[in-house]
């Protein structure tokens, strides 16, 4: 595998744009986002993205052209590789975090009506997350546990932040993953008759003690804010079958993090489905 061109200078038009990526308007503006290591890179080509350059760290080239298929694989698909010196690579590249490979890939969210959730499955709604790490453990929770797909509402982050799929260890590419205002997910759950049950503090029942599992909707709420309050207001209108639970909390934090109580919720309806 040979390289298209290298550069070395981190003034390289080229490297600023790319490294441009990190911020949300330039991701809105271009339709591209950056793919951070070797794992993530692999399922965004295992999955079909799109991948439009391939920066790898020059000293990095010999590894990774005899060993990484995936990037490999990305520039048979029409992928440009570019080697870049040590200081043009610390540009695109994320902190500490250097596997010597960063991927420019055209990717963004889909829209609710333009993805298919597999029926009888549970779907995980964050509603208002902000975190981009909190939304990329949720992805992962949700394909872990086998989980019908993921549908952001009311979000503060986008699923195209390089540090989503991060966190998501690139499962982002191939979980079903939607984003959509709170009012239309309300709809949406409403038309394919989804029973939604939502975590918070106040629940009326344990998390244990509902049925999570089949055509429900599981939500969970934003770190600082939590659940809105447009989900109570459409249950009470009879839009929506609602059900909130909530988890023992026995020190004197008042909640979990909002990733670690959809992965709860998820592992709940996986032992209520295999009945164990």
């Avoid at 986002?33 to 000293?59: H, I, P, S, Y």
């Avoid at 952001?152 to 984003?179: H, Q, W, Y």
């Amino acid at each position: 595998m040979e390289s298209f061109e290298t550069i070395t200078s981190p003034g390289n038009p080229r490297v600023r744009r790319a490294a441009g990526l990190r911020e949300a308007a330039a991701r809105r503006e271009s339709g591209l986002t950056l793919v951070d290591g070797r794992r993530e890179l692999a399922r965004a080509v295992a999955a079909g993205v799109d991948v439009v350059e391939v920066f790898v760290r020059e000293r990095a080239l010999p590894a990774v052209a005899g060993l990484d298929v995936a990037i490999k694989e990305a520039v048979i698909r029409g992928a440009t590789l570019v080697t870049l010196a040590t200081r043009a690579f610390a540009r695109v590249a994320y902190g500490d975090r250097d596997e010597g490979v960063v991927a420019v890939v055209r990717f963004g969210t889909s829209r609710l009506d333009d993805v298919t959730f597999a029926a009888g499955r549970p779907v995980l709604i964050a509603e208002g997350v902000e975190k981009p790490g909190n939304l990329g453990a949720i992805l992962r929770t949700t394909d872990a546990a086998g989980l019908a797909g993921v549908i952001a509402c009311d979000g503060r982050t986008d699923a195209a932040n390089p540090a989503v799929i991060r966190a998501s260890l690139g499962t982002v590419f191939s979980v079903p993953l939607a984003a959509a205002a709170t009012a239309e997910v309300i709809a949406w759950c409403r038309r394919h008759g989804r029973r939604v049950v939502a975590a918070s503090p106040g629940g009326t029942r344990f998390w244990h003690e509902a049925n999570l599992a089949g055509d429900t909707a599981l939500v969970v709420g934003g770190e600082a804010e939590g659940l809105s309050t447009a989900w109570a207001a459409a249950a009470a209108a009879g839009v929506v079958d609602l059900e909130t639970v909530r988890l023992p909390m026995r020190g004197i934090a008042d909640s979990l993090n909002v990733s670690a109580t959809a992965a709860v919720l998820a592992y709940e309806a996986l032992r209520q489905e295999s009945g164990r």
